[in-house]
């Protein structure tokens, strides 16, 4: 993968637009730290889980496996018990990992 500062990409743009067409994908430096990829606009439809996979390794979302059984779907929420307030509940079931 290329790798091109945004001053060079800002002087030669159309240069780096025709290997983005070819297929190539370039990633735009500001002071040597990446803060944007350039890529070709028909490789997102293809690909869909390469975007979320990135994602999802710097932790910023989480994936789901498999589809939850119905049964879960349709059982009934927490109630909670006694003096215990509503957000008390979701904030423990969230602890559990439920």
């Known amino acids: 993968m290329k790798t091109a500062s945004i001053s060079?990409?800002?002087n030669s743009l159309s240069s780096y637009v025709d290997r983005?067409?070819?297929g190539e994908q370039i990633l735009v430096t500001d002071r040597g730290v990446v803060v944007?990829?350039?890529e070709p606009a028909g490789v997102a439809p293809e690909d869909p889980s390469g975007r979320l996979e990135r994602l999802e390794r710097a932790g910023l979302v989480r994936v789901g496996r498999a589809v939850p059984p119905?049964?879960?779907l349709r059982r009934p929420g927490?109630?909670?018990r006694g003096s215990v307030s509503i957000v008390e509940v979701l904030l423990d079931e969230?602890?559990?990992g439920r």
């Open 8 to 10: 060079q990409v800002k």
């Open 20 to 22: 983005v067409r070819a």
């Open 36 to 38: 944007a990829r350039l």
């Open 70 to 72: 119905l049964d879960l």
């Open 78 to 80: 927490p109630r909670p």
């Open 94 to 96: 969230r602890r559990s």
